[in-house]
C-alpha cells in the first residue's frame, strides 16, 4: 500500500538544471525526514507534493490516483499540510483555529457537532495548548502557534502528513512530544513526511531520509542508509564529528568547515 508516491518527479525550481528525478513511495507507518541546506528545495518539493505548485516534470499520486485528478476536499481529506506560512490575518481563537481541521469532512454550511468539538479541544491538549483554547492565535508566541498548527491537522486526522519544519519554533521538551506524537501517529498506520534542519531529530525519529542536494540531485532510502557521515557533509558542506547516544548516531558540526 502506498500513502504517496512520485513518478519521475522534477520540482520546479527557476535557472535550476532537472537533477534527480524522484520516484518516492512513502508507505504508511513510515516517517520520512528530507534533509539539506538551504535553498535546496525542502519547501518547493512538500507544495508540490500537496499540489499546491506544479512539477516541472512527473507525476505525484496519492494512493493510487495522480493527484492533479483528485477533488480538493478529497485530498484535504487525506493530506494534513503543517507549513510555515501561516495566516492569522483573520482573527480567530485557538480553538476556532483547531476546528478548521474538521472543515474538509463536514458538508458545506454543516455546522460541527459536538464531536468535532471534543476532537478539537483533545488535539489541543494532546499538544499541550489546551489551556490557550479560547485565546487570539495572532497572540500566541511562536512555539505555541506551531503547537496549534500541528492540533489543527491532529484534528482533520489525515492518512498522510507533510510538514516543513514542525519542530520550528518548538523548545527542547516540545521537539519531543512533537516527534514522539508524529513517531505513534506512523506507528498506528499514518505516513508522515518532513523536512528538519536538525540532523539529530532525523537521526533519531525518521526510518527513512531523502537528502536533497541543491543542484538537484537527490537520494532516498532507509536512514541507516542514508545519514552516513560523509554523506552529510558533502550536502551540508561542513565537517561533522559523530558519536552513538541513546541508540542513535549524533551528529555534531567540528568547528572548522570543510578542508
Ligand atoms: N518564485 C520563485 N522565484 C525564484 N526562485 C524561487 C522561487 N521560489 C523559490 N525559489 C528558489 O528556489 C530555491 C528552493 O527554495 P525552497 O524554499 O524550496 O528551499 P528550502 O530547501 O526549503 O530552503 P530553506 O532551508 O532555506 O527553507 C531557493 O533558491 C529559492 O530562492
Redesign the pocket.
Known sequence: MRALHTRELV?D????ADGSPLGLTVAPGQMWGVL????????????TLAGLRPPRHGQVYLGDQPLADLRRRLVSQQLGLVF?ERQDGFPATVLETSLIGRHPWLSPWQMESGEDLASARAALEQLDVGHLADRLVNTLSGGERQRVAIATVLTQNPSLWLL??PTNHLDLHHQVAVMQLLKSLASAGRAVFM?L?DLNLAARWCDHILL?Y?SGDACWGPADHMLVPEALESLYGQKLITVEADGAPVFVPARSGMD
Open positions: 520540482i525550481i527557476p535557472d535550476r539539506g541546506p538551504n535553498g535546496a528545495g525542502k519547501t518547493t518539493l512538500l507544495h510555515q516543513d519544519e523536512c534542519h536533497l541543491p
